[in-house]
Structure formats: structure tokens, C-alpha cells
């Protein structure tokens, strides 16, 4: 499993895989068959703030290329822009991409590629890290956070204003998954054998190392237990 990512009413659970094929489970568990569609190799999906629509990526291999919006009623595809990369949702709905060369985020409304409004982040210009699984957004639409590799510090930005609400630290080493609980209380990110839990609120943070393995994907439950 390469990405995962939970319904805001955790109904439903998404995963992929690294050949391309993403997986909509009903949660609980039942017996039936998971819903699949096609997307790009590694790449995320979520759930669109409106719990309505699926967003996910695909490659060539698979039809257009670019950002993808699967309605969970109907199963109408509507195709985005090419650029359309998901990361997360504000809390207004609107879609959150990072910006890295200025370190600032952009505010998109539906499929336009117009930004409605940006947000500098408290970082020097060209700190943002490009990868996606160093950057989020939590579910309630209300923070940024970023881990830098190199260093092991984690900062939490506000999207109302690109202000650091929090700051913390784990393991300095090559981060392969990383997840933020709605509440942005928890942050969790994980290396090729171990996970750390990051504290939010108290910068406390516990390395997890027993029966770790590969763990690329992980995701919060909306009832952040």
C-alpha cells in the first residue's frame, strides 16, 4: 500500500498500490468487493471536503494524464488540469497546493487553475521540500505541516495566515510516509523501519521500532483515536 486516505465520516477507506490501482473499501470491513480506479504509480488521493468526491491522480498509461474528480454517487470522472497535484482542502472547501520556489500556499476553487488567494509560510524561500509525503494538510481544512529530512524538524503553519502554530522534531533520516490527526494534535512520520509520534501540543515525540516495516502509507482516523 502506497497512499490511504480515510472519508471525513470514516466510511470509507482508501488505498493504492505501487502498480497503479486504487481501492475504495467500505469501513468496517464487509464482503464485498472494494470499488477501483485507475491512478498514477505512488501518487495520493482524498476526499473532498464535501465528503462527494474523490480526487486522484493519473498517468498516461491510464488516459489523460493529471488530477482527476470521481464523484462517489454517480461515478462521474470530470479531468482537472494537468498541474492539479492533491494535497488537502481549507476549510472553506477550497484546494491547498504548495508553491515551493516562493514557500507559500495556494488557495485553488473547484477545477480552476486561478489561485483565489496565497499565503506565505514562515520559511525561508526554497525550505519547502518537494516531496509530497513531507507536506500535508489535516482534515479539518485548517493547517500546513512540513517536515524538513534533513534536519527532523516538523512546523505546523496556519492556513489563515502562514503563521508557525507549533514546532517539533523526530528523527533525522530519509522519511518515506508521514500523516497529521484532524485536530493537528498528532504527527506521525515514519523511515524505512521505524515510526516517530510527534506531540503537537507538548513536543514530546516516541520512536516506534518493533514490527515496523516499509510502512509508506498512514492516515488518521477522523476520530482521531
Known amino acids: ?25 467500505a469501513w468496517p470491513p464487509t464482503n464485498r468487493a472494494p470499488k477501483t480506479y485507475p491512478a498514477e ?29 470521481h464523484d462517489l454517487k454517480t461515478g462521474k470522472a470530470e ?6 497535484t492533491p494535497l488537502g482542502f481549507a476549510s472553506d472547501g477550497s484546494r491547498v497546493l504548495p508553491d515551493a520556489k516562493h514557500s507559500r500556499l495556494l488557495f485553488f476553487q473547484g477545477s480552476t487553475d486561478r ?11 526554497g525550505a519547502l521540500d518537494a516531496s509530497v509525503c ?6 479539518a481544512g ?12 516538523v512546523s505546523l503553519f496556519s492556513h489563515r495566515d502562514g503563521s508557525c502554530a ?3 522534531k523526530v528523527s533525522p533520516s530519509e522519511h518515506i510516509g508521514a500523516a497529521i490527526s484532524d485536530d493537528a494534535h498528532w504527527f506521525v512520520s515514519s523511515t524505512w ?32 483515536q
Open 1 to 25: 500500500m502506497w497512499c490511504a486516505a480515510v472519508h471525513p465520516d470514516g466510511s470509507l477507506f482508501v488505498s493504492g498500490d505501487k502498480e497503479g490501482v486504487l481501492r475504495l473499501w
Open 41 to 69: 504509480r505512488y501518487a495520493p488521493a482524498l476526499f473532498s471536503k464535501d465528503e462527494q468526491h474523490l480526487f486522484l491522480r493519473r498517468d498516461m498509461t491510464n488516459g489523460p494524464a493529471g488530477g482527476w474528480r
Open 79 to 84: 479531468q482537472l488540469g494537468d498541474s492539479f
Open 115 to 125: 489561485p483565489l488567494r496565497s499565503v506565505s509560510l514562515d520559511l525561508p524561500s
Open 134 to 139: 513531507k507536506r500535508g494538510v489535516n482534515a
Open 142 to 153: 485548517t493547517h500546513f505541516y512540513h517536515l524538513s529530512e534533513a534536519t527532523g524538524d
Open 166 to 168: 507549533a514546532r517539533g
Open 193 to 224: 523501519f521505524t515510526l516517530d509520534l510527534l506531540d503537537l501540543q507538548t513536543g514530546t515525540t516516541t520512536t516506534i521500532q518493533d514490527d515496523v516495516h516499509w510502512p509508506l502509507a498512514m492516515v488518521y482516523h477522523p476520530d482521531g
